[in-house]
T-cell receptor
Framework: GDSVTQMEGPVTLSEEAFLTINCTYT??????LFWYVQYPGEGLQLLLK?????DKGSNKGFEATYRKETTSFHLEKGSVQVSDSAVYFC???????????????FGKGTKLSVIP | DVKVTQSSRYLVKRTGEKVFLECVQD?????MFWYRQDPGLGLRLIYF???????EKGDIPEGYSVSREKKERFSLILESASTNQTSMYLC?????????????FGPGTRLTVT
């Protein structure tokens, strides 16, 4: 079945540091890939997405490139801010897996803390 | 903007009580989902629905049921609450036609069962 593996947290960075959160996936079909962010006390918000190989999703300074050859979708940001402190979830949606259920498959989440 | 609302942000119930969690979306989405979120386990799908009165079990349906009588509303029911159902519950919705199944989440209900 489909699965998503993302790096264990928590990750603690100083303000303006470079961020990478690794995400790899296994899927039977041709998945779309997503990063969701959850700020403290809130639900999940879609951060960015990519629907086919070599697509780059970007939003709020975050980027991730859909790499089919390495089955990866790593999240990066060049200079993090304290306000980026949150939990980040990598997810995939495999419309062609035959499940017919439109389910997202999530990674377990990576908690990021940015200190001034 | 899509809006998904949940009836309560925080809820405290006693063991054995019947608990209703309500979710409403305002974007005419066909699909609605209930997840629970626990530390170290991420999000796990409880139930989902792709149409009114239709429901499908997710990964962890035991101890839960759902109801979808109207397109915009999806209810999660804990028939007899137990302490191991203390968790954060997240509702989500998506369209089969617009934005290709991207899921939009509510703010969550933190349920404590004592």
């Amino acid at each position: 079945g489909d699965s998503v593996t993302q790096m264990e947290g928590p990750v603690t960075l100083s303000e303006e540091a470079f961020l990478t959160i690794n995400c790899t996936y296994t899927a039977t079909g041709y998945p779309s890939l997503f990063w969701y962010v959850q700020y403290p006390g809130e639900g999940l918000q879609l951060l960015l997405k990519a629907t086919k190989a070599d697509d780059k999703g970007s939003n709020k300074g975050f980027e991730a490139t859909y790499r089919k050859e390495t089955t990866s979708f790593h999240l990066e940001k060049g200079s993090v801010q304290v306000s980026d402190s949150a939990v980040y979830f990598c997810a995939l949606l495999d419309l062609y897996s035959g499940a017919g259920s439109y389910q997202l498959t999530f990674g377990k989440g990576t908690k990021l803390s940015v200190i001034p | 903007d899509v809006k998904v609302t949940q009836s309560s942000r925080y809820l405290v119930k006693r063991t054995g009580e019947k608990v209703f969690l309500e979710c409403v979306q305002d974007m005419d989405h066909e699909n609605m989902f209930w997840y629970r979120q626990d530390p170290g386990l991420g999000l796990r799908l409880i139930y989902f629905s792709y149409d009114v009165k239709m429901k499908e079990k997710g990964d962890i349906p035991e101890g839960y049921s759902v109801s979808r009588e109207k397109k915009e509303r999806f209810s999660l029911i804990l028939e007899s609450a137990s302490t191991n159902q203390t968790s954060m519950y997240l509702c989500a919705s998506s369209s089969q036609y617009r934005n290709r199944y991207e899921q939009y989440f509510g703010p969550g209900t933190r349920l404590t069962v004592t």
